[in-house]
């Protein structure tokens, strides 16, 4: 499973940003889509995080703010962020949840996107 993430930029506080993560190769494989985000010095930490059956998760920093959807058709999920502040600047990563067998041996993985910046200015 490949991951493709886009739409990171620079946006001042309150505004909106939609990231995109394409996925493709072996989709049947992914059980779950996430997006995780990072400074510099600190722990990568979950954000969002949608299930093949479409049930949502989000960290508390973000509840309210920002809302994780996907296109099945397209292979897509998206997390549309509202209502930035300074402190969600960070590089954010999607990444899928993987399970699949290798013979007759379960295989649970996970696999990452490239980071895309997200810069909120005060």
């Known amino acids: 499973v490949q991951l493709q993430a886009s739409g990171g930029g620079l946006v001042q506080a309150g505004g909106s940003l939609r990231l995109s993560c394409e996925a493709s190769?072996?989709?049947?494989?992914?059980?779950?889509m996430e997006w995780f985000r990072q400074v510099p010095g600190k722990e990568r930490e979950s954000v969002a995080t949608?299930?093949?059956?479409?049930?949502?998760n989000y960290a508390d920093s973000v509840r309210g703010r920002f809302t994780i959807s996907r296109d099945n058709a397209k292979n897509t999920v998206y997390l549309q962020m509202n209502s930035l502040k300074p402190e969600d600047t960070a590089v954010y990563y999607c990444?899928?949840?993987?399970?699949?067998?290798?013979?007759?041996?379960?295989?649970?993985?996970?696999?990452w996107g490239q980071g895309t910046q997200v810069t909120v200015s005060s």
């Open positions: 949608i299930t093949s059956g479409s049930s949502t």
């Open positions: 990444a899928a949840q993987l399970a699949y067998y290798t013979g007759d041996a379960p295989v649970r993985a996970r696999t």
């Open positions: 190769g072996s989709i049947s494989w992914i059980t779950a």
